[in-house]
Nanobody
Framework: QVQLVESGGGLVQAGGSLRLSCAAS????????MGWFRQAPGKEREFVAA????????YYTDSVKGRFTISRDNAKNTVSLQMNSLKPEDTAVYYC??????????????????WGQGTQVTVSS
């Protein structure tokens, strides 16, 4: 099991930036595919971004491509999400998640075993 703790959420105006961080502890973090998901009120949890265990491959949902960047530091057991040009529709609780048994499906939350508690991101217009 991987324990995950997110930080970095907050209130920002549209067009602004935030950087989310996720600190991991427990089993081998460096072997896990890591993902960021978000959930807005009244909506299902949705995929935002994912990164391979090596950091070489990254994946994004279309709505954040060119604005968000996922990265990881296996030496520090952290994964980050740099969010630029934020929009009100980015408002949600953001969750970090770990998939230790990657099956090729990075966008489905059911593939991820371990989740953080979430951090609120609010973008005002």
């Amino acid at each position: 099991q991987v324990q995950l703790v997110e930080s970095g959420g907050g209130l920002v105006q549209a067009g602004g930036s935030l950087r989310l961080s996720c600190a991991a502890s427990g089993r081998t973090f460096s072997r896990c595919v890591m993902g960021w998901f978000r959930q807005a009120p009244g909506k299902e949890r949705e995929f935002v971004a994912a990164i391979s265990w090596s950091g070489v491959k990254t994946y994004y949902t279309d709505s954040v491509k060119g604005r968000f960047t996922i990265s990881r530091d296996n030496a520090k057991n952290t994964v980050s999400l740099q969010m630029n040009s934020l929009k009100p529709e980015d408002t949600a609780v953001y969750y970090c998640a770990a998939d230790p048994n990657y099956s090729g499906v990075y966008y489905n939350p059911v593939e991820y075993d371990d989740w953080g508690q979430g951090t609120q991101v609010t973008v005002s217009s």
